[in-house]
């Protein structure tokens, strides 16, 4: 029982270039969500997915987007990377009551 | 805007020391949840409380919901308990949105 798991753990990007992070949970949890965690600032919310087929955008979508392949995996996509986006990215599922949260071990992003 | 606060942002304690970490939350959120995050980055979900009071091993979660105010008391304090302590708030309304406090850096001082 793994949890929830992220690929990859580090990444250095340049200016424009594009990434996918993955997301897979093994709990059977319907709401699945990503998070970018910044010095100084709370985890703020990107994405969030309520059930397989639907999506939502949270606080910061812009730059972002994401797909929620299944029930286990969501996975978020940087398109054009930017310096604002360098950041540390924390993929979560929950399940429904009381929505309680399970996080994966996040991964460290460096856009140059 | 639900919004969480929490207080102080840095605490350092000498080991075995009674620890409380404050959290004040605003209208709109209906339960807490308190997580801790490792020195190496990794969450780990703590208690989650919508009433009342919790307790596992020397971690204890309070929630007062009149005055929405929530704490997170460590006794006997550990070096291994150092880490950054999160509150975040669940909020009402049928979403499963939450809002997150910016946390607590909890050194502990052999």
């Known amino acids: 029982n793994a949890g929830v798991t992220q690929t990859p753990k580090f990444q250095v990007l340049k200016t424009g270039q594009s990434m996918t992070l993955q997301c897979a949970q093994d709990?059977?949890?319907?709401?699945m969500y990503w998070y970018r965690q910044d010095p100084g600032m709370g985890l703020r919310l990107i994405y969030y997915?309520?059930?397989?087929?639907?999506?939502d955008k949270g606080e910061v979508p812009n730059g972002y987007n994401v797909s929620r392949l299944n029930k286990r995996e969501f996975s978020l996509r940087l398109e054009s990377a930017a310096p604002s986006q360098t950041s540390v990215y924390f993929c979560a599922s929950s399940d429904d009551s009381p929505y309680e949260q399970y996080f994966g071990p996040g991964t460290r992003l460096t856009v140059t | 805007k639900n919004e969480v606060e929490q207080s102080p942002q840095n605490l350092t304690a000498q080991e075995g020391e009674f620890i409380t970490i404050n959290c004040s939350y605003s209208?709109?959120?209906?339960?807490l949840h308190w997580l801790q995050q490792h020195p190496g980055g990794g969450i780990v979900s703590l208690f989650m409380l919508s009433s009342g009071k919790k307790k596992h091993g020397r971690l204890i979660a309070t929630i007062n919901i009149q005055e929405k105010h929530s704490s997170l008391h460590i006794t006997a304090s550990h070096p291994r308990d150092s880490a950054v302590y999160i509150c975040a708030g669940m909020n009402s309304g049928g979403y499963q949105k939450v809002t997150f406090g910016i946390g607590t850096k909890l050194q502990v001082i052999p």
């Open positions: 209208v709109g959120i209906s339960a």
């Open positions: 997915s309520a059930s397989e087929g639907t999506t």
């Open positions: 709990m059977n949890h319907n709401s």
